[in-house]
Nanobody, 121 residues
Framework: QVQLVESGGGLVQAGGSLRLSCAAS?????KGWFRQAPGKEREFVAA????????RYADSVKGRFTISRDNAKNTVYLQMNSLKPEDTAVYYC?????????????????WGQGTQVTVSS
């Protein structure tokens, strides 16, 4: 069983930055970040392999967001720069013991409770 706890969300002005953290209680291989805005489906943001050597991003965040991990701390991060109002959503950390960099929610077994990110214009 893997438990995930996100932190770092908050309110920021457009153009600002936030860093989300996701601490895991157990060992998992790949990790990802998803987000869900009100009235919308949960969407993929970024994913990272166990070693951190491979990453994948949604086109909407490429060049602005960076996913990274510290396996010694069992923590994955999402650095978000140049934030836009359309980035406003609840951000979820996900983990799975599978291989590859899945971008579909069904490919992840474990989920955190989510952290709210609000970007004001």
């Amino acid at each position: 069983q893997v438990q995930l706890v996100e932190s770092g969300g908050g309110l920021v002005q457009a153009g600002g930055s936030l860093r989300l953290s996701c601490a895991a209680s157990g060992r998992a291989f790949r990790k990802g970040w998803f987000r869900q805005a009100p009235g919308k489906e949960r969407e993929f943001v970024a994913a990272i392999s166990w070693s951190g050597g491979s990453t994948r991003y949604a086109d909407s965040v490429k060049g602005r967001f960076t996913i990274s991990r510290d396996n010694a701390k069992n923590t994955v991060y999402l650095q978000m720069n140049s934030l836009k109002p359309e980035d406003t959503a609840v951000y979820y950390c996900a983990a799975d013991r599978g291989n590859g960099l899945g971008s579909e929610p069904y490919s992840y077994e474990y989920w955190g409770q989510g952290t709210q990110v609000t970007v004001s214009s």
